[in-house]
């Protein structure tokens, strides 16, 4: 009987443990972004070396955490009007936690024209930073979608970038996480390419100038069960928007998709 005492109080410590976990913290309670700041760190990778070590980890928008987007954004403008109190229901305290991330960088990696990224800081945003997500297999490029996109009002209305920098992140181990998503780690600076978008509408094609560079150095990496770049756009001038100019946004960042859905037309009048 003893025995059988000291086996249950065992399970119960370890579920105790278990329960206490970053793993079911997360699960209970989901980080909201008026809790953190995001990764002003990316507004100094002008200033760093080729091959020089990248502060951070990374989760792709798969892992269902919204928060996490804030590490990929040097700023963002946040909805208007949402409460900071924390909802106790559960399914309002998930929409809450979205709310609070505004227009973050999770929304320039969805695939959805009609959500963007845009700058949180003052004036139009000259030297803030986002960055996207490229899928190296077999592509050596990647789109970028300027402004905010679906009417062709609101093209015009918000600032968009005109001059980028593009810096190119090269994550060394990359997995897959128990949601699904995937986690950039021991991430490396590469190098910049500038870039001048053209101000007509729609996605715009970039070719990524170290794509052969980068697969060299990652071929046989047994900790990359991936090949991935992260693409950090700095912007550098802009398209003044008529009634939003203070807003710079972005509306996508990727090569997911096939190249014809980058084809279709981002405005309807």
Known sequence: MGNEMEYYKVILLLLIGLL???????VETLEDCFSRKSNSDLKSLSKKQH???????????????????????????????????????????????SETCGYSAYAAHDNYIGTMWCEGAPGVGIGEVVMGLADLKDKNYFYILPGRQSKRKFFESYSRPLDIDVHYLVPMEVGTTQSGGKVFSEVLYWSKQSVKLSKDPGHQKIEIQPYKEIMKSIQGNRNIDHPFVMVAIEIKSVIEGKENKEH?????????????FYKKATLRD
């Not at 206490?20 to 997360?26: E, G, H, L, T």
């Not at 990374?58 to 040097?74: E, I, L, T």
């Not at 946040?78 to 900071?84: G, L």
Request: aromatic fraction near 10%; charge should be neutral; proline fraction near 6%.
């Open 20 to 26: 206490n976990s970053p793993i079911f913290s997360q």
């Open 51 to 97: 091959r020089e070590p990248v502060d951070g980890r990374f989760y792709s928008q798969g892992v269902n955490m919204p928060a996490a987007g804030m590490a990929w954004q040097s700023s963002f403008r946040s909805f208007k009007d949402v409460s900071k109190i924390r909802p106790k229901d559960k399914q309002k305290e998930k929409d809450w936690v």
């Open 248 to 260: 710079t946004c972005i509306a996508e960042i990727g090569n997911s998709e096939d190249e014809a």
